[in-house]
């Protein structure tokens, strides 16, 4: 058969072009375009890191806010208890009217206080929720390569802090 007689005689041709074609696909591949890829990798890889890096730093920022808050807030405490007790040392030798007086003063000052506390709590937990939302979006569309409103990731962030 003369179909099986030409396979010796195209077979090596076609290996030849194989060999040729692959030969063009590796360099242009291998050493073109895969470089590239791989530098885009690496400089995608360091760009997470670093934003991992300045998450954990915001975090720790945070971390810091709170413990002074607290600080804050159990010396105001004790500032306001020891104001009560001097108030009502001195109270106790006045008339009963001074002590109804003074306790009224007193009770002016301590929801002064408590909503001085809960203004500085309301400040902090925004402040936290705002940092929380803008490293949330940049992390999502970093990693995700969506953009997410700023209204959104704050609905977020505030669903996830009320979760504990």
Known sequence: MPQI???GETY???LFWLAIVFAILLVTVG???LPKVQSTIESRDEQIAA???KADESRASADRLEEDYREHL???RDEATKKGAEAKAAA????EAAVAKADKAIAAKVEKAVSKIASARAEARKEV???AADAASDIVARFA???VDSATARAAVAKELANG
């Open 5 to 7: 007689a030409q396979i």
């Open 12 to 14: 090596a041709s076609q």
């Open 31 to 33: 050493y073109g375009m």
């Open 51 to 53: 934003d991992l890096k």
């Open 74 to 76: 159990d010396r105001a």
């Open 92 to 95: 106790a030798k006045s008339t």
């Open 129 to 131: 929720e705002t940092v």
């Open 145 to 147: 390569g969506l953009t």
